[in-house]
């Protein structure tokens, strides 16, 4: 992953979240992936882009850098959640962090992603929408709303709470 015409390296952070986010689009029914995948899914992006290996710093972003859910260090970034031991997945808006991360990068910036993967953030904020939308529909609690309605239908909340008390004393 380079990006041109001036040949500069994006940044490790950067790299690691576009080999995460096409693992994402590239299997859309998984909802996380294991280190080794990301080190893969990497491995492929820096060979397709004619760049050689993996740079040092690409496990340990993986590892601890990224991870919006550990500590930092140092690294501060939200880009990625640890959903289980040796299991990641993209950060979204809503996912918990650690408090030190706060106001840390969540995603590339537009112009520093490398020629040819500037979709990945319109696909990006696409599927965060589309976990918002699910989630709000597959939520158990919130799958309540509204349930038990038909038992105070016909009287006021307050009149049906008294009616329940009664004879409690």
Known sequence: MTISPAKQRAKVADEVWIA??????????????????????????????????LRPGFYIHVVQHCVANKPPRPGRYRMLIETAPGRRRLFRPGDYYHPEREGAKTTPNREQVPYGYNGLLNWYRDWCSAAVERAHEEDPLLALRGSGKQLWADEHADDYVRRLREGWE
């Open 20 to 53: 995460i986010a096409v693992l994402h689009q590239q299997h859309p029914e998984r909802f996380d992936f294991g280190i080794e995948e990301i080190m893969e899914s990497g491995t492929r992006l820096v060979g397709e882009g004619g760049g050689g290996s």
